[in-house]
T-cell receptor, first 115, second 111 residues
Framework: DTGVSQDPRHKITKRGQNVTFRCDPI?????LYWYRQTLGQGPEFLTY????????KSRLLSDRFSAERPKGSFSTLEIQRTEQGDSAMYLC?????????????FGAGTRLSVL | GESVGLHLPTLSVQEGDNSIINCAYS??????FIWYKQESGKGPQFIID?????DKRQGQRVTVLLNKTVKHLSLQIAATQPGDSAVYFC??????????FGQGTRLTINP
């Protein structure tokens, strides 16, 4: 257990529905990251936060995706109008954000299946 | 561009033997590298890291080697055990931002 918690672990939804995932990082970490992982591939970066500020978003993060970290602690990732191509594992990671030693600790992920 | 690749997608070794997993990276400006282990149904687990100003780092049963000249990383696992079976990813970082992961190598331990 890395100390990063994600909820739910699994989510099955119908195409067109909205879903929201939650991540609770390691408490002393100011950086929080979201990644997406499809079968047989490595995690792909989606976005990250420094405290409550969202500093970078990948081009993978379409307009249907939104992430928040309102108080600089937990974060949510919402997907609106889900599509079958959104099916993947969504991973959250946190880290101290130290340059040249950017260790990131991952949660167990939320597996999304869009039917 | 940003890409991290692996030479072999699968590796099968005998229990007790040493394993070597290789990784090539393309961004010469990357200053930090991490090896992660991912077991089925779990998130990536940190194994060992190395900064670009080093060429070797040792942990418990694991060693990471970095060759900046040819932009190559390797992970050596000594005396592999059944619990080492997993997918191993190398990841590169530039600054304190996102990690870029490779596709991964699946390590299988034969009894």
């Amino acid at each position: 257990d890395t100390g990063v918690s994600q909820d739910p672990r699994h989510k099955i939804t119908k195409r067109g529905q909205n879903v929201t995932f939650r991540c609770d990082p390691i408490s002393e970490h100011n950086r929080l990251y979201w990644y997406r992982q499809t079968l047989g591939q490595g995690p792909e970066f989606l976005t990250y936060f420094q405290n409550e500020a969202q500093l970078e978003k990948s081009r993978l993060l379409s307009d249907r995706f939104s992430a928040e970290r309102p108080k600089g602690s937990f974060s949510t990732l919402e997907i609106q109008r889900t599509e079958q191509g959104d099916s993947a594992m969504y991973l959250c990671a946190s880290g101290p954000g130290v340059a040249a030693k950017n260790i990131q600790y991952f949660g167990a992920g939320t597996r999304l299946s869009v039917l | 561009g940003e890409s991290v690749g692996l030479h072999l997608p699968t590796l099968s070794v005998q229990e007790g033997d040493n394993s070597i997993i290789n990784c090539a990276y393309s961004n010469s400006a990357s200053d930090y590298f991490i090896w992660y282990k991912q077991e089925s149904g779990k998130g990536p687990q940190f194994i060992i890291d190395i900064r670009s100003n080093m060429d070797k780092r040792q942990g418990q049963r694991v060693t990471v080697l970095l060759n900046k000249t040819v932009k190559h990383l390797s992970l050596q696992i000594a005396a592999t055990q059944p619990g080492d079976s997993a997918v191993y990813f190398c990841a590169e970082n530039q600054g304190a931002q996102k990690l870029v992961f490779g596709q991964g190598t699946r390590l299988t331990i034969n009894p």
